[in-house]
C-alpha cells in the first residue's frame, strides 16, 4: 500500500482501473448552441477512443437485437453517455449540428397500422400528400398522409385501380409514381372481392386518378425477384434493385434470380444488369449532379440458413454477411448510363441501410436500424437520428421539402430541421 499514490488508493477503493492515455473524456457534451436541449447531444472526436471497458451489445443467434447500436454501448465509467443515451439527434461533426437548424424536432405523429411495417414513401406535391405502403402478407391496399398545410395531418386508407399488393418502394417522377412491387402471390381486390393476378415489378401510378400501369414484370420471362427500391435518372431511365425480401415477407415465391440493379428504360422496354455483386441490394440513389450513385446493401439477412419452420421473415441476421453503402461512378452512354468504380463508402453502424435517400445538397440519409443516418457526400457520418424503432424508409415532404417523415416498424414521424430534400427524391 506505502508505494501507491493517493489517486492509485482512491482507484482500488472504487474498483475502478486508471484510465489510460488518450482515451476521450467526456464522450460527450451538450452541443454549442443547444445547452438548453437534451435531444441534442455532440459526440466528442467520433469516440475514436473510449474507456477500455465499454461493451456493445452484439446480435446472436441470428437474432438482431435493437440495443446492437453505437449508442447502446455500455460506458459506466463515463456518466456523460448518459446524455446519449437520452437524446434523438446525436451529432458527430459540426455540419450535422448546422443541418439541424435551431429547433429540430422528432414527433409521433400517426400510429398507422401495427401488423405490418411502413414503406415506399412518395410525397406527390399535386396532392400534398404522402401516399405509403405496407408490405405485408393479406394487405392489399397503401395509405395516404394528407399534410393539410397549417393544420392537421390526416391518415386515409388508399387503394389503387387495380389494386397493387405489396409495394416496397417509390419514386416521384414527372408528376407520376413509380412503384417496386414485391408481391407475386395473387388477391382479393379489397374493392370488389375479384381475383388479381400480379406478378413483381415496376408500375406506374397516376395520382390524379389512382390508376396504375404495369410498366415491367419479367426479364425475357422470367419473373423478378421482387424490386425492392427504385430510383429516375434524368433521362427517365428506372434503376431498380432486385432482392429478396417479397420471399422473406411471403408475397411471392423462392427466389430464381441472383438478386442484382437493373436499369429499366419504360420508352422502348429494354432492361440492363448494371451490378451484380452486392448480396442484397436495398436503397438506391443518384448525387444532385448526376455523377454517383449509391446502392446500399443489407446483406446481413441471410437467406442461406433460415430455419425452414415457417417464421416470418425468412432470414437471419449475420452480421458478417454484408452492410455497406457502395458509390459508383456513372459514365453516360447511348444505351443509357453504365455504373463502374464500385467502391464501400460507408460501413452501417448498425443493422444495414433501408430506405435510402439524397439531400439536395448532396449529403446521403439512409434509414439504419433504428433511426437514420446523415452523411456527407463522402460517407463521413454527420449526425443520427435515433427514433427509437424500426425506420425502413424515409421521405422529404412539404411544399419546401424540408419535413423527413419517417416509416417503419412503430409510429410514422416527422422530423422537423434545416435540410432539404431534392425534388424526384
Ligand atoms: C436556458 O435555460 C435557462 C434557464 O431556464 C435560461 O435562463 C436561458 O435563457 C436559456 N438559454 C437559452 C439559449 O434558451
Ligand atoms: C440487448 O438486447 C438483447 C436482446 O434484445 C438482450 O438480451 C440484452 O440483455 C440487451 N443488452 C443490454 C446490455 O441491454
Ligand atoms: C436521462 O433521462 C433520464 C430519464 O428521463 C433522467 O432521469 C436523467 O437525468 C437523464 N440524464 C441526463 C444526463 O440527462
Ligand atoms: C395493434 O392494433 C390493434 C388495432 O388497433 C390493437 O387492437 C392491438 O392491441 C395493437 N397491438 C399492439 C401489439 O399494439
Ligand atoms: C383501412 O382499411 C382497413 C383494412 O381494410 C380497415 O380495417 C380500416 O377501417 C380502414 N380505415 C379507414 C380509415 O377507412
Ligand atoms: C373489380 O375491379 C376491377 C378494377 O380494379 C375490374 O377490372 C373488375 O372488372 C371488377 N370486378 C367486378 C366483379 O366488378
Ligand atoms: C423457428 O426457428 C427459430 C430459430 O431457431 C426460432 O427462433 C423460432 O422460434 C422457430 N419458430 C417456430 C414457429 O418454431
Ligand atoms: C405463405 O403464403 C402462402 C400463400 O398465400 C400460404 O399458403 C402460406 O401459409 C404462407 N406461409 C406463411 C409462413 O405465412
Given at each position: 500500500m506505502a508505494f501507491l499514490t493517493g489517486v492509485g488508493v482512491l482507484s482500488v477503493i472504487l474498483g475502478q482501473a486508471l484510465a489510460e492515455p488518450g482515451v476521450i473524456s467526456p464522450l460527450a457534451r451538450a452541443c454549442p448552441g443547444y445547452s438548453n436541449n437534451s435531444d441534442v447531444v455532440c459526440i466528442n472526436h467520433y469516440a475514436s477512443a473510449m474507456p477500455p471497458t465499454f461493451d456493445r451489445p452484439h446480435s446472436s443467434g441470428g437474432v438482431f437485437f435493437p440495443n446492437d447500436t453505437f449508442v447502446g454501448?455500455?460506458?459506466?465509467?463515463?456518466?456523460?453517455w448518459q446524455l446519449v443515451k437520452n437524446a434523438t439527434f446525436v451529432v458527430f461533426d459540426e455540419r450535422g449540428s448546422q443541418i439541424l437548424g435551431p429547433s429540430p424536432k422528432l414527433e409521433h405523429i400517426f400510429a398507422s397500422r401495427n401488423d405490418s411495417i411502413h414503406e415506399g414513401p412518395v410525397y406527390v406535391p399535386s396532392l400534398d400528400a404522402i401516399i405509403f405502403s405496407?408490405?405485408?402478407?393479406g394487405i392489399y391496399e397503401q395509405q395516404i398522409i394528407h399534410l393539410n398545410h397549417g393544420s392537421t395531418p390526416r391518415l386515409d386508407n388508399y387503394t389503387t385501380t387495380p389494386p397493387v399488393y405489396a409495394v416496397n418502394g417509390g419514386k416521384l417522377f414527372n408528376g407520376k409514381v413509380y412503384w417496386a412491387v414485391e408481391a407475386g402471390f395473387s388477391f382479393l381486390s379489397p374493392q370488389n372481392g375479384s381475383l388479381v393476378a400480379q406478378r413483381p415489378g415496376i408500375y406506374e401510378l397516376d395520382p390524379s386518378t389512382g390508376e396504375v400501369t404495369v410498366l415491367l414484370n419479367n426479364y425475357f420471362g422470367q419473373a423478378f425477384n421482387s424490386p425492392n427500391d427504385l430510383w429516375i435518372d434524368a433521362q427517365g431511365d428506372i434503376w431498380f434493385t432486385d432482392s429478396w425480401y417479397g420471399y422473406a415477407i411471403n408475397v411471392t415465391e423462392y427466389p430464381v434470380l441472383r438478386p442484382a440493379t437493373y436499369r429499366f428504360r419504360p420508352s422502348t422496354g429494354r432492361v440492363s444488369i448494371v451490378e451484380d455483386s452486392i448480396a442484397q441490394p436495398n436503397g438506391i440513389g443518384m448525387s444532385p449532379d448526376g455523377r454517383t450513385m449509391y446502392i446500399s446493401d443489407?446483406?446481413?439477412?441471410?437467406?442461406?440458413?433460415?430455419?425452414?419452420?415457417?417464421?416470418?421473415?425468412?432470414y437471419t441476421y449475420n452480421p458478417l454477411g454484408g452492410n455497406s453503402l457502395y458509390a459508383f461512378d456513372v459514365l453516360p452512354s447511348p444505351a443509357g448510363s453504365y455504373i463502374t468504380s464500385k467502391r464501400p463508402i460507408y460501413l452501417a453502424q448498425t443493422f444495414g441501410d433501408d430506405g435510402f435517400h439524397v439531400a439536395q445538397n448532396g449529403y446521403l440519409l439512409g434509414a439504419e436500424g433504428g433511426g437514420v443516418t446523415v452523411l456527407s457526400a463522402y460517407g463521413e457520418v454527420l449526425l443520427r437520428i435515433e427514433a427509437g424503432f424500426t425506420i425502413n424508409n424515409i421521405q422529404f415532404a412539404g411544399p419546401e421539402r424540408k419535413d423527413l417523415w419517417l416509416f417503419g416498424e412503430g409510429p410514422i414521424s416527422r422530423v422537423t430541421w434545416d435540410l432539404v430534400g431534392m425534388a424526384n427524391e
Open positions: 454501448t455500455q460506458i459506466p465509467s463515463d456518466p456523460s405496407l408490405p405485408h402478407q443489407t446483406g446481413v439477412t441471410d437467406f442461406e440458413n433460415y430455419p425452414a419452420n415457417g417464421t416470418l421473415p425468412r
